[in-house]
């Protein structure tokens, strides 16, 4: 990797590029460029990129953007295999200039490399621990299945540190900034062959081809579930939105058929967009739309019940087979038919246990909201839980939301994660919301496909 | 405090309600009372209530369902002060039984003891520093001034977690249960009442007389704002909220209509109930709904505008009094005429300073949005601009989505909100969302007062 415009100065997006690089112990080789130095933070510096003697595979660019043509120049001369161009100050900028600049840009570079940017903060590859942008920190994030492409840096930074509180997985983080020619068509099938990306998140706020982007969902949905986050809903977002990416943010509702007609689907907001990631980065879609609600406390799970009936999901009384059953563990007290009030159940963890492990046989059953607070007295029922549920393996999604102070339970919910045995979420509302997302997106995505046949069609 | 029902078994509420009192170092005395022990945690006992020999301000009652009657008959003799019922067993459960000893209870007691309760977690004071619950986590969380009144005790627990996690400081959390003498109304008042208490959130499942609680609404809402969550949408949760607190939910159109004319407001999740309280804790609310987005990066701008949009804020231009200052600041590479991209100041904060004093002495800006993301670059842009407005003290209220991985900015951010300069939430759109939800009520609680005008009417 040489990184063009290498730099000692914290004050220089070069210094946090270096940073960034050596956050992880790269394996390749890191070729400060930089044409007064002789050594960029203890790593020997070139003074021309011509100088590199070895292949370069990534040339991230961080120089002004006056002087970017000719270092694109020179990457083409040395045979660079791709490049970061972090750069500002092209089609984004007010006056022509920048956006002359840029196509100019574009001629020279055409087809022959994949430019990632200009206007970018790079990106990360997690996988193969290349974190190839100007934020060090988001080395910090855990490798995972989730894949998160972005038109904006400020929304790549917000989704990756969410993410990171979140403990959710990703693959990759990637700032198309101008698009010079890697756009989100390209990206969608790079991460459908790859081996980590589980699902594609594309934070979106305008682009000049959408139907490019509308055929590349079409052409990926069998393999990876794409949700979309479609920002610029109005004339003043159309106007903030060519300040920023150098293009119109175009029809909200255009796009948001558009999209579900290719298979994919639109979601509203950064936390149903990032639980629908964890979600699929986490658990297999349920076959269908019906669900029970297991609730330690009766609230939650009326709660829960209400977004439910909401967003479409069924919950449904349950038949007389798990209803005796259930009746057999848990005292008359309580709720039993769906929400069930596991409350009684505290200080009798395994007949909770044996209540979820029940209702999970039920072959009316497509998914398990699960929740329960903490509450001293129920400090064991998730680690049993959880025991129970690893030597068992459920074959149906289970979407929690178990909450705790501090640092309680969050071991359990980390494991429980890890091995895909239940997805957690901090409200009943977003659990629901993430189970009816991955519903809706199965729709779209079998109805492309024309695979298979799923209970609710 | 007397606690009927103290063991030092863990596997009973009573040993989990004595850990809760003496989590805090509570100041007065304890009192456990437990037939059989002649100490329960090393604290002496009685073996009746009535054997305490100082006045007993509260009792707290943890014996099984059918050895409460005798228990509050000794509370009436004792002239115990009052009472919080946490037995189960009553108007919630299967059969007649349980609500033929409720109303005999109700009988018994009349209005000669208040009694929070009965099937409750409890209640906690934080500023009296009492923990009356069977969870001593709850004294984990930051006195403050957003009081939670629940008929839940999961949705309790899930909301002082979340308060914990997201820094909102609490006055009181309180389970109502199936309230037998203590209801929403008696809490509004004593809150309103209650010089800690700046707003109170109301989790309502179902209530018997509606009227009640919305004519403490109108008669409180000048003192202190009401938010409202209201669960129990439809049918099935109607069966649900019987079983949970004797009640049916009720027609929640109703409820709706009926909170907003009494001058609250009702809210539709978790987040938003939280968010609200946690802004009116932080902020003075804004004085009309005319919205600067300011924003480090120009992508969470844009998707703060199209919240703003949505939820019915003013975005405009800028005067050019303050267009023409923000110009001299900024270099032209940016959107400058609201939203403000101040991705071009990240190094240099006190410019980035100088641009939000000058948005805040607009006359014609009621509120900001200010949204930054971490990026390595702008370390310093957090602790400059605290400092900076903490010279200043604004006094119009903002809104900020700053965030950044790990514990980089949480003390600026801990340090602002504490101070009242501002407010912070995860997402760009929940900042939106609490801002609009101010004003919302803002505008319901001036109908009702008919105090004053502000520019939105």
């Given at each position: 990797v040489a990184v063009v415009g290498a730099s000692d100065d914290p004050s220089k997006l070069g210094f946090h590029v270096i940073k960034s690089l050596t956050f992880w112990p790269y394996k390749g080789r890191i070729h400060p460029v930089n044409p007064k130095?002789?050594?960029?933070?203890?790593?020997?510096?070139?003074?021309?990129?011509?100088?590199?003697?070895?292949?370069?595979?990534?040339?991230?660019?961080?120089?002004?953007?006056?002087?970017?043509?000719?270092?694109?120049?020179?990457?083409?001369?040395?045979?660079?295999?791709?490049?970061?161009?972090?750069?500002?100050?092209?089609?984004?900028?007010?006056?022509?200039?920048?956006?002359?600049?840029?196509?100019?840009?574009?001629?020279?570079?055409?087809?022959?490399?994949?430019?990632?940017?200009?206007?970018?903060?790079?990106?990360?590859?997690?996988?193969?621990?290349?974190?190839?942008?100007?934020?060090?920190?988001?080395?910090?994030?855990?490798?995972?299945?989730?894949?998160?492409?972005?038109?904006?840096?400020?929304?790549?930074?917000?989704?990756?540190?969410?993410?990171?509180?979140?403990?959710?997985?990703?693959?990759?983080?990637?700032?198309?900034?101008?698009?010079?020619?890697?756009?989100?068509?390209?990206?969608?099938?790079?991460?459908a062959a790859d081996e980590f990306t589980k699902v594609a998140g594309l934070y979106v706020e305008g682009i000049e081809e959408p139907k490019m982007l509308l055929k590349a969902i079409k052409d990926v949905s069998s393999k990876?579930?794409?949700?979309?986050?479609?920002?610029?809903?109005?004339?003043?977002?159309?106007?903030?939105?060519?300040?920023?990416?150098?293009?119109?943010?175009?029809?909200?509702?255009?796009?948001?058929?558009?999209?579900?007609?290719?298979?994919?689907?639109?979601?509203?907001?950064?936390?149903?967009?990032?639980?629908?990631?964890?979600?699929?980065?986490?658990?297999?879609?349920?076959?269908?739309?019906?669900?029970?609600?297991?609730?330690?406390?009766?609230?939650?799970?009326?709660v829960a019940l209400d977004s439910c009936v909401e967003l479409g999901l069924h919950v449904k009384p349950f038949g007389w087979k798990t209803l005796s059953e259930i009746e057999e563990i848990l005292p008359p007290m309580a709720i039993r038919s769906n929400p069930v009030d596991l409350g009684p159940l505290w200080y009798d963890e395994f007949a909770l246990l044996k209540v979820v492990k029940k209702v999970l046989k039920d072959p009316e059953i497509d998914a398990v909201l699960f929740l329960m607070m903490f509450a001293s007295a129920n400090l064991n029922s998730i680690p049993v839980l959880l025991e129970g549920l690893l030597d068992e393996r459920p074959q149906k999604p289970i979407f929690t939301c178990i909450m705790a102070p501090g640092q309680i339970w969050k071991k359990e919910i980390r494991e429980g994660e890890e091995k895909g045995i239940f997805c957690n979420f901090p409200t009943p509302e977003r659990a629901a919301k993430a189970c009816a997302g991955m519903l809706l997106l199965e729709r779209r995505r079998h109805r492309q496909t024309k695979n298979g046949r799923t209970s609710w069609t």
């Open positions: 130095r002789a050594s960029v933070m203890g790593i020997p510096a070139h003074k021309d990129l011509r100088e590199v003697e070895s292949q370069i595979d990534l040339a991230i660019i961080v120089v002004p953007n006056k002087a970017v043509e000719g270092v694109i120049a020179a990457c083409l001369e040395r045979h660079v295999r791709s490049i970061v161009l972090i750069t500002a100050g092209f089609k984004e900028s007010e006056g022509k200039e920048g956006a002359l600049l840029q196509e100019r840009l574009k001629g020279l570079v055409a087809d022959r490399i994949p430019v990632v940017g200009p206007n970018t903060f790079g990106m990360v590859s997690y996988h193969q621990r290349l974190n190839a942008s100007f934020t060090p920190e988001f080395s910090l994030a855990s490798p995972g299945g989730a894949a998160i492409i972005s038109q904006s840096g400020g929304i790549s930074h917000l989704m990756g540190f969410l993410a990171m509180e979140q403990d959710i997985g990703l693959s990759y983080v990637v700032g198309l900034g101008n698009r010079l020619t890697v756009d989100f068509q390209h990206m969608l099938y790079h991460l990876i579930p794409v949700v979309v986050m479609k920002a610029g809903k109005g004339e003043l977002a159309d106007k903030a939105s060519l300040s920023h990416t150098g293009s119109l943010a175009g029809n909200q509702q255009n796009y948001r058929f558009g999209v579900l007609q290719s298979g994919g689907l639109v979601v509203d907001d950064v936390h149903s967009f990032l639980d629908l990631l964890k979600a699929y980065e986490t658990l297999t879609p349920p076959k269908g739309n019906r669900v029970a609600i297991l609730s330690g406390q009766a609230g939650p799970g009326i």
